[in-house]
């Protein structure tokens, strides 16, 4: 994995390395006057069997960013690959098709189909494909997010840390090149949530998988391998073996930088136990919110050059929380 | 709060269009039969006032209902008219000879008359100020073989001045030359009219120049009607009926009233099935906007709002939509009734749609109709929203899949229904026609309650077994789809119900009719025996001439004439009954097959006797040999004697109660001036079936108004007319079912709305456009089947209970349509995916990030 701003206009990244890649990524809302850009020339590549965390403020695209690499938004300029298709330009039955078969999907809420039980929501990408799902997997992966028990029972039985779990489940049984995670512990209680967390982390260290996780908490953000710090529309950080404190501190740098731009403080929401947060500067009231990057803002800090550290083993990591 | 109401009801606009067309329908339906009755009541209210003689002086009423036309043309003297001459204060008199069932043919032997069943009317030309028609060209008919003719006739059959006519009467046929043209003044009610000079249609029309049908009076200046009513009365006693033009207008009126009330029972049966579909369409949307309001309900409960101002800001959301809905409707009505006065001007009745009358009754009615049904299908839907909690602002609730108990559905389903059965047992046990139909009636409607009460209870059920095979062939698409429609069974229920009562009907009127069918088949097949049937097709006399030539055609060997009385009989037990008999010749048993109990067709036929069916008889303590008090048209007394009691198996039919009948003399002798309804007839030995019948069509081809049928063409008669019933029920059915169709729509349109999150989510993880369709699709599929087995098999249950009420009346056989039981599943089928068809294009063109998106 490379920092964007490192290999800017490399035509070939390696594929073994790449899960996804973005190059130019820019996405504009509106038209005109009023239009806002969510994200501005964004390259970014996703580095295959790593955790990936994506952070920034309130309405610095992070979702947008995953959603355009995903396949489930369009882009307004730039190219986006999935592993060594180009989603960009592809036809929306292609991307349903991609989505379908080649990425996973947790988001924060409702995501599960409440007709259907656990086992089936787990299967539900594979018998809309008409696949058969990997028996030994599939067990594997029950067993793994200790399932085994709740599999008969609809989602409207289960507790949130257990609907997101099966989700989780659904995400990782079709073996997809990608799971995207969108905020999957923002709506649980911190056990709960560091649950889900732990599995997602379980995912990519012995299960192999590839996760990218947005997310605003930065005790969430810790459990990744590498943190990218959106803001702007833009990637303006990046760090590899985070500590909450650490990705906190960097958080609180956008929110002083911003602050003579913006009238709403946009910090990040409370993340439980996340000591040093500063409650005062956290206003629920803008929370999801989200007030496009005001045109003319302070540009952010330019990122520092990013180290080819990622090589480590994960295990190597630190853990926090 | 109102302000909140008002908001609220423009936000959901869109989602109560459906609900507000289920009300517009059934408005326009209530609107458009009333202001087309009243326009039809003033049309002829004027029509009637301006045609009315000051005094009318017509024969006597005897009493006597004619179920079947007789042919009979009550008469009194035209001498009566000297004698009221004489009367003072009367200005003048005039003669009026009006005969209805007269038939008027071309040259190439076409009727010229109207083919809708209203009359071609004969009637002695005279000026008068009260006359409905003026001479616009030609002249006044002078002597024999002169008439004029209606010019709406007249430009609908081509026939111009010069040309000649054949007027085929009681008394004989007669050739007439057209030497004028009349013109309505007014409103020309739809018959055709010939004119004769008086002393024409006397002779001509009524075999007596010294007869008349009415003598009209003209009252001299200061005399009132009623006055001179009294005047006339005095001079001529209790002979003669007397009437005011006020009296007139009101009898000519509610003549009319009759086929005026059939059109309006059509509409209001309209518009009661629009309504009674309707509710439900109403109910689930109510329901379904409060279940996604539930927050916003629970925050105005937080923020301060009582049960009953909740209550209160649904009900008139409710009542608003009912207002827009009327108003609307009541347009449509406008526009419902002005189509009928075409309608009608096709079918001859020219009614001005520029004069169309809406009484106060018809806003106040249609508003009544739309507030009321929007407020009583709103009220259950309010009540709940008011019991929600404030507590549910706060919670993140997941809505789908909510069902609270089903228990007093159950108990008050299984009540009623068990109640329902009852009823339908005891009609099928019962004896007695009338118990036995009022006892169908009761339990028709307290099923059809049980299964609406409890059709969310079976919902699970039925639905489990109709998409059981959905997960096997359909993948996890079909498994959704089948959970979705069990995921609010009383949705599921009610969205179904509104098709189940449409076809339950079908299911029940079309085991009826063909039950029916197969009866009359069967008995025909039994009862008649001749080679041919000579009759009209709606059973009116014919005169002498028709008979004599069938009995000139050679080949023609056994003839036998039928002829049909009201009479009057005073039974032993002392009851007086009013009913229909016949009279046949007397080789009967050559040409139809009688099963006798007692005596046999010589003694029934006997001059002076009479025959009777033999329940008929024992209700009433007759046996041979009894002698009966008979009173037959204009008082003729007579005592006739039992001489036969027969065994039928359908000896009654409508005004036609004890199967009576008694030979062709005796009747004549009573009622001389009636005419033949039938004649039935033998091909003689040596002569082919169908030589005889070439034979006989030739014979009769001057003769238009009958037609030659053997066993077959008789089947085919009946058939049609149970099948003029079945068209009306199809159309009724038709409405039923478009208003269900918008109801399963409705429920479709508003679940995608609810599952917004649900559809991004599977579109999200893979879930291809095509493949969403489909599952809305297998939704509204299962939903109508549903609707339609329910309604099918509560419609069986009707038809074997309605044939049980019809064997009593003889009609013994038993038919299910099979073929109409598929047509209809397969219809559902059609109906289900046509429903579907707007729901799934705006779930598939929903946008994935907007129904993902956080809130």
Aim: overall charge negative; some cysteine; proline content about 5%.
């Amino acid at each position: 994995m490379s920092t964007p701003a490192s290999t800017p206009g490399t035509e070939r990244a390696e594929p073994s390395g790449t899960a996804a890649r973005a190059r130019g990524l820019t996405k504009a809302y509106g038209a005109g006057e009023t239009a806002v850009l969510a994200l501005d020339a964004v390259d970014v590549d996703i580095a295959r069997r790593r955790f990936t965390a994506v952070m920034g403020p309130s309405g610095s695209g992070k979702s947008t960013l995953m959603h355009t690499l995903a396949g489930l938004d369009s882009v307004s300029a730039g190219q986006v690959w999935l592993g060594d298709t180009e989603i960009t330009g592809l036809k929306e039955r292609e991307l349903t098709r991609l989505r379908r078969d080649r990425v996973g999907f947790m988001f924060q809420s409702f995501n599960l189909i409440p007709t259907l039980s656990a086992r089936e929501n787990i299967t539900l990408p594979m018998d809309i494909a008409g696949r058969r799902p990997d028996p030994e997997w599939l067990e594997h992966v029950i067993d793994t997010l200790g399932l085994r028990d709740r599999l008969r029972h609809r989602p409207a039985q289960l507790s949130g840390g257990q609907q997101q779990r099966v989700a989780c489940a659904r995400a990782l049984a079709a073996r997809p090149e990608l799971i995207f995670a969108d905020e999957p512990t923002g709506n649980l209680d911190s056990r709960a949530g560091l649950e889900v967390l732990g599995f997602l982390r379980e995912a990519v260290d012995a299960l192999g998988q590839t996760v990218v996780m947005v997310t605003h908490d930065p005790g969430a953000a810790a459990h990744s391998d590498v943190v990218l710090f959106l803001a702007d529309g833009r990637i303006v950080d990046e760090m590899a073996a985070p500590t909450a404190e650490a990705v906190l501190e960097r958080m609180k740098r956008f929110d002083t930088s911003q602050g003579t731009a913006r009238a709403t403080g946009t910090a990040p929401a409370a993340a439980p136990g996340n000591p040093g947060h500063d409650s005062v500067r956290t206003d629920p009231g803008a929370r999801g919110a989200s007030p496009g990057p005001a045109p003319g803002a302070t540009a952010p800090p330019p990122a520092p050059p990013a180290p080819e550290a990622h090589a480590a083993p994960p295990d190597a990591e630190p853990r926090e929380d | 709060m109102l302000k909140a109401t008002l908001r609220s009801f423009l936000a959901h606009k869109g989602r109560l269009a459906l609900s507000a067309l289920a009300v517009i329908l059934s408005v326009a339906f209530v609107a458009g039969s009333l202001i087309f009755s009243d326009t039809v009541n003033r049309t002829f209210d004027r029509l009637f006032a301006s045609t009315s003689a000051d005094v009318a002086v017509s024969p006597k009423d005897d009493g006597l209902d004619e179920s079947l036309p007789t042919g009979r043309t009550p008469t009194l003297p035209a001498r009566v008219a000297r004698q009221v001459a004489k009367v003072d204060g009367v200005a003048a008199t005039y003669v009026d000879v009006s005969v209805e069932n007269v038939t008027v043919v071309d040259g190439d032997n076409e009727p010229v008359g109207p083919t809708t069943g209203a009359p071609t009317v004969a009637v002695n030309w005279y000026k008068s100020e009260r006359s409905p028609v003026e001479l616009t060209s030609g002249h006044a008919p002078r002597g024999p073989g002169q008439a004029l003719i209606d010019a709406d006739t007249a430009d609908k059959r081509d026939v111009g001045i010069g040309d000649t006519l054949r007027v085929l009467a009681a008394p004989g046929s007669f050739e007439v030359k057209v030497v004028g043209i009349a013109t309505f003044r007014t409103t020309n009610p739809g018959a055709a009219l010939v004119f004769l000079d008086t002393r024409v249609a006397q002779t001509a029309l009524l075999g007596d120049e010294d007869a008349a049908t009415s003598i009209a009076v003209d009252a001299a200046t200061g005399v009132s009607d009623a006055e001179l009513k009294r005047r006339i009365a005095a001079e001529l006693g209790p002979a003669y009926e007397l009437k005011t033009a006020d009296e007139q207008a009101e009898s000519a009126a509610a003549e009319l009233g009759g086929f005026l009330d059939v059109v309006k029972y059509v509409m209001l049966g309209f518009a009661g099935v629009a309504v009674l579909v309707g509710v439900f369409l109403i109910v689930n949307t109510f329901s379904m906007l409060i279940a996604q309001r539930t927050r916003e309900l629970g925050l105005l409960r937080a923020l301060g709002a009582d049960r009953r101002q909740v209550r209160r800001s649904v009900l008139i959301e409710a009542v608003l939509l009912g207002v827009v809905g009327a108003t609307l409707g009541l347009g449509a009505g406008i526009g419902l009734a002005a189509a009928l006065i075409e309608l009608m001007g096709l079918l001859g009745m020219n009614l001005k749609s520029t004069e169309m009358v809406i009484g106060w009754p018809t806003p106040v009615v249609s508003y009544a109709v739309g507030v009321g049904v929007t407020f009583v299908a709103a009220y259950l839907p309010a009540r709940r929203a008011a019991r929600v909690s404030p507590m549910a602002a706060l919670a993140d609730a997941e809505i789908a899949g909510v069902g609270r108990p089903l228990r007093l559905r159950a108990v008050v389903g299984a009540v009623v229904g068990a109640a329902g059965v009852l009823a339908l047992v005891g009609c099928a046990t019962a004896d007695r026609t009338a118990t036995s139909a009022s006892l169908l009636g009761l339990g028709v409607v307290l099923t059809l309650v049980a299964t609406v009460v409890a059709g969310p209870l079976l919902v699970r059920p039925v639905i489990r077994v109709l998409g059981g095979a959905f997960p096997a062939v359909f993948g996890s698409v079909g498994r959704m789809s089948q959970r979705n429609a069990l995921r609010n069974p009383r949705r599921t229920g009610a969205t179904a119900a509104a098709l189940m009562v449409g076809l339950a009907l079908v299911g029940g009127l079309s085991v009826a009719s063909a039950s029916m069918t197969k009866s009359f088949d069967e008995q025909i097949d039994k009862t008649l025996g001749a080679d041919f049937v000579v009759q009209s097709g709606s059973w009116l006399p014919f005169p002498a001439e028709v008979t004599a030539a069938v009995r000139d055609t050679e080949g023609a060997d056994t003839v036998v004439r039928n002829r049909f009385t009201p009479l009057e009989l005073r039974m032993p037990d002392g009851r007086t009954v009013k009913s229909t008999a016949a009279g046949y010749e007397k080789d009967l048993d050559e040409v139809v097959n009688v099963t006798y109990a007692e005596g046999d067709t010589a003694r029934a036929l006997a001059a002076g006797h009479i025959a009777m069916d033999q329940d008929f008889a024992e209700d009433h303590g007759v046996r041979v040999g009894t002698v009966l008090p008979v009173r037959f048209p204009k008082g003729r007394a007579a005592e006739l004697t039992v001489g036969a009691l027969t065994d039928q198996d359908t000896a009654e039919g409508p005004g036609m109660s004890g199967g009576l009948f008694m030979g062709l003399g005796t009747l004549e002798k009573y009622v001389p001036d009636g005419q033949d309804t039938a004649v039935y007839v033998n091909a003689a030995e040596g002569t082919g079936a169908g030589t005889l019948r070439d034979r006989l069509d030739a014979a009769l081809d001057p003769y238009p108004q009958v037609q030659v049928r053997d066993q077959a063409d008789y089947k085919e008669l009946i058939r049609e007319q149970i099948a003029v019933m079945l068209y009306l029920v199809y159309a009724l059915l038709g409405l039923a079912i478009i208003i269900a169709v918008l109801g399963v729509v409705n429920t479709l349109a508003l679940s995608v709305v609810e599952r917004t999150r649900e559809i991004g989510l599977l579109r999200a993880i893979g879930l291809a456009r095509r493949q969403l369709r489909r599952m809305i699709r297998l939704e509204s599929v299962v939903i109508a089947v549903f609707g339609a087995v329910l309604g099918i098999a509560l419609g069986l249950v009707w038809g074997v209970s309605t044939q049980q009420v019809l064997a009593l009346q003889g009609l013994k056989a038993f038919a299910v349509p099979w073929s109409t039981v598929v047509a209809v599943v397969v219809g559902s089928v059609v109906v289900g995916i046509v429903a579907a068809l707007l729901p799934a294009l705006r779930a598939s063109r929903m946008n994935v990030l907007e129904a993902i998106a956080h809130e």
